[in-house]
């Protein structure tokens, strides 16, 4: 017999203040519901029948991508879309658009205000208009500046309770590191010095998720993001939040209980909503907030992105075709979060066990040589290891030879349609469907390697852009707009539908059966530079029917053999 939601978040919070006597799990419920109460009306929430659809694509941006003199960001992103980019925005990730200090807009100061260079609340809704929002709640820290952290300095409430005090001792040596930076900071303030957890930087204060307060801050925050507009919850960064000694402090049991917490909040808040996990970790771990069914509705798919720029890079898929041919069966109602370019870089610790370092070297290399540079995390040794890859995916799609345009745009295309193909949701970073190279002027200018790939782009420059029928960008968004209308009107292109690979063993082709409700496609894919003739008999029965190719229109039976054009894609159906 399933409990209704309030006694099963009581038994959640009951568990996460196990230790805490003076929590009381029925009261700080009761809480927790009455903030998001009214967040969201039901009819609004339910416009959808499902969470996701073969119709959904979620396009990746910063509110300030798009700019325009005297014009808010989000203003100026709303008329874009508005006007070229609907087809990939059903679900529109706008990355933190909260007031900031550093990171990306990921060292959040304000839990009340937008950045005021993006807009208001209003503009927010605005841009929600028609589609969902999906946005971030930065959990593990917050600003220095952040008004938690003038308060813990002043020894006043709520603040003191918090942020995360540090107490350096041999008993946090195992603590995993996503950065190199120190993993304590010291803080100045009226009540005298104070040491801070910093896992992401010293201006990324940790806060304390054993105080219900932060809990409760961080509904309140949710209820808000809510009421305009945002029904996919990004949860940046989770797996660092809970700390105990002695450990790795990442993945720790409490963490997981607060991203079950937080689907329960999700769905009292829009019973429709979706919980997303952001962790940059082996594949294992990544997964692990999906398999129980009652954590994230959707997962990052890290593995997908080097994987797959390993494969376009080399002209080998026989990596990726090993991996995919292991996809893994999760849960009714979750899924993966499919992506290749992002606002981060490439994640490499998703590799771990899937590609050997002298296969690993060359693909650093390979982008090096593109214009892109390597980030580093400290080991507990105290030793570096990269730790992502800072490049576009435009750029990294150049050719490596004399012509850096050779193939460019056809490698950059069959990337992206493989997302496409996949199960589960895909998305796109808005630079790279603008087809934009590695922004070098703007990384001179910060000395950030993560700003190669955080372009901005003036409003006027890129209607030009989107205007010319020869520019890249237009072919680009053309084609994928065409895919993703394609997409909608195939059964087993469903983010659920079942997947069979069949091109193990194979480095040359990416060849994926997709069925659901009786219907069957294939996506083809040639992974190399080269024409290759592929005959169709090794993976369909002539018997069945003849075949035609809907993606690129054709209405005419396919014969027993296939041109493939370099890096070319096709999607082939019964007729």
Not at 106 to 127: C, K, N, T, Y
Request: hydrophobic share 40%; proline share 6%; charged share 20%.
């Amino acid at each position: 017999m399933q409990l209704p939601r309030d006694e099963t978040l009581q038994a959640l919070l009951h568990d996460l203040y196990l230790d805490d006597s003076s929590v009381d799990p029925e009261v700080l419920s009761s809480q927790l519901l009455q903030i998001l109460r009214g967040s969201a009306n039901d009819g609004d929430c339910i416009a959808v029948d499902e969470r996701w659809s073969g119709a959904d694509a979620v396009l990746i941006t910063y509110a300030d991508t798009v700019t325009e003199q005297e014009k808010p960001g989000l203003q100026s992103l709303r008329l874009l879309v508005n006007r070229h980019l609907n087809p990939f925005a059903s679900v529109i990730h706008v990355l933190p658009f909260l007031q900031s200090t550093s990171d990306g807009g990921f060292a959040v100061a304000s839990h009340d205000q937008l950045e005021s260079r993006h807009g208001d609340w209003g503009d927010l809704s605005a841009l929600a208009g028609g589609r969902r929002l999906m946005a971030d709640l930065v959990l593990n820290h917050i600003s220095a500046s952040h008004p938690w952290v003038q308060q813990f300095l002043c020894d006043d409430e709520p603040g003191r309770s918090c942020v995360l005090e540090a107490s350096p001792s041999t008993c946090w040596d195992a603590v995993v590191r996503p950065r190199s930076s120190s993993l304590f900071t010291q803080l100045c303030g009226p009540a005298g010095v104070r040491q801070v957890w910093t896992t992401f930087g010293p201006d990324q204060v940790d806060v304390d998720w054993r105080s219900p307060e932060v809990l409760l801050g961080f509904t309140r925050l949710l209820a808000r993001m809510v009421r305009h507009g945002v029904r996919w919850v990004r949860l940046d960064a989770v797996g660092f939040i809970w700390k105990t000694p002695g450990t790795g402090c990442i993945h720790l049991p409490q963490a997981h209980r607060i991203v079950e917490v937080m689907r329960h909040l999700m769905d009292a808040a829009c019973s429709h909503g979706v919980v997303v996990t952001e962790t940059n970790v082996p594949e294992q771990e990544n997964l692990s907030y999906l398999v129980s069914g009652r954590e994230a509705h959707l997962a990052y798919n890290f593995p997908l992105p080097p994987l797959l720029l390993e494969a376009a890079i080399s002209g080998r898929a026989d990596l990726l075709n090993g991996w995919l041919s292991r996809w893994p069966q999760l849960p009714e109602a979750t899924g993966l979060f499919n992506f290749t370019a992002c606002h981060d870089g490439v994640g490499l610790r998703a590799l771990e066990g899937l590609m050997l370092e002298r296969r690993l070297l060359q693909l650093l290399i390979a982008c090096e040589q593109r214009g892109g540079l390597i980030s580093h995390r400290r080991l507990t040794s105290g030793e570096e290891a990269p730790y992502e890859i800072n490049i576009s995916w435009w750029s990294a799609m150049a050719d490596g030879g004399i012509d850096p345009a050779h193939h460019q745009r056809a490698r950059f295309l069959m990337t992206q349609l493989l997302i496409v193909a996949l199960p589960g949701v895909p998305a796109f970073y808005l630079p790279a469907l603008l087809a934009a190279p590695n922004d070098l002027g703007r990384f001179r200018r910060t000395g950030h390697r993560r700003d190669l790939n955080r372009p901005q782009f003036k409003a006027e420059a890129l209607e030009r852009r989107l205007q010319d029928p020869d520019s890249d960008a237009t072919a680009v968004t053309t084609m994928l707009a065409r895919a993703l209308d394609v997409r909608k009107t195939q059964a087993a292109l469903h983010p659920d539908a079942a997947l069979e690979v069949l091109s193990t063993g194979r480095s040359d082709l990416v060849v994926l059966r997709r069925s659901r409700h009786g219907q069957v496609l294939l996506a083809i894919h040639n992974l190399t530079p080269s024409r290759l003739t592929l005959a169709l008999g090794g993976f369909v029965d002539p018997l069945t029917g003849p075949w035609v190719d809907c993606l690129n229109g054709s209405t005419e039976a396919l014969s027993t053999l296939l041109q493939l054009e370099p890096y070319a894609v096709h999607w082939l159906i019964q007729s």
